[in-house]
């Protein structure tokens, strides 16, 4: 789909369906109440900043949320909204990694996040489509049908509703299934508009396009920096996935893309479920009407931001698709960032004094965003919340995540030492296609050329304002993409994501075209 005027505005090029609603929120603060001292400011208005906002403002503290683009401007926007009771980090994997009880508390986090969206959807009559409905893993082969008996086993120990299948819900041939009941999916963009409508009814204060740079302590409270000006706060939730800077969280998160299709089936073979095979990466399978046409919603193909082809992975998705459905049209392809813990479990709670964070979501931003919410608004009024230690920022890292947070940093040190003293091959300017970017060397300088379908060239300097590593452009995102730790900005180098604080600088040289 292509981009309109109309569209709500994402992180990225592409058009999830989400996007085409068409009454886009008004947010109504209007930010000169610098004179305020806020109990909470709140950074990022997707799912989890905009569910803490309203939790905090419902028991009364004074909130304003800041968010440097539209509501819903990161993940939120793009993601495929499911909401699940099982998570990429499996079970099995918990109870390794964390021990029986972790993987149940995690299973009630799960069903409590479920049912803070139905509560909350319910008490302020938001209409997002929100459905419930059986969700099905499967295997096709034999060690991935091992691989499936023990997530039955450990998900039935957790206490989540689960049992064998006969049915995998989708054209894919399987060797075992089985199903996870009661999942669910909505409209998250409609979600989240109206928790922020509510959050405002309630006095809150949503502050829009407004990029904060930083925040320093100031008189026992927090000073947030605003584009040359500051808004103060007792407290600060960065709801922006990763923290901004440089913060171990940096280290502890692997920064990932993963891409969606929207696709029109020429008969009506669409899942009634939710449906999920076991290869890495896995691919997804749900079905949603937006404006009285059905979609399905297939999505995959993830890979490490800044390390794959974007472009490849939208087309092995859609040969994907062709092979399994008889496929009328692709309207929609997106594709949208999450964060992998190192762990596999999120960070969720005190970054440092009066700061939290919610970080490491993995590919089930909806169900953590909301329970992250519930948790750093219970810390903020001083209610001790049952999943706290579960998910703590500071939980010592378990010995068998080590070796994937070695892989994940040894990745990131190869491409410091690549990016500063590897030789690119150097590309003369004028073999720059229209709407072609690439790293080139001109002039003895590194640069990151963008050509536009009028012919102008943009330059900027490829190093990443985050820490040094040099930027990858993404031709179906028209972004450039930092494959350390997942910065990514636009094609005027503006942040538009991940942990940088600053815009790419912009290099002015000669045969630019104005
Ligand atoms: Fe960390 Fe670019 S995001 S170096």
Redesign the pocket.
Known sequence: MEKSNKTIPRDSCTISPWQTLKEPFVAIADGSKTETVYDVIIVGAGITGLTTALLLQQAGKRCVVVEAGKIGFGTTGGTSAHLNTFFDATYPEVERDFGKQAAKELAEAGKEARSIIASLAGEYGIDCELEYKDGYLFSETGKQTDQLEQILQASLRAGIAVGESQTNDVPVPFERAIRFSRQGQFHPLKYIQGLAGAFQKLGGEILEESFVGDHGQAEGNIDVHIEGRSLRGRNLVYATHIPPGITSF?FRCAPYRSYVLGIELKDDNYPSGLAYDMQEPYHYFRTHKIDGSKYLILGGADHKTGHGDPEQAFSDLESYARKYYGVKSIPFRWSSQYYVPVDGLPYIGLLNEQVYIATGFNGNGMMFGTIAAKIIADMVLGIQNRFERLFSPSRLKPVAGFSEFVKENADVAWRFVADRFGIQELEKLSQLSTGEGRIAEFDGKKLALYKDVNGKVTALNPI?S????TVIFNAAEKSWD?P????RFDLSGKVVC???RTDLEKVEFKGNKS
């Open positions: 940096s990443c985050h820490a040094g590593c930092c350390c730790h997942g910065g991940g942990p940088p």
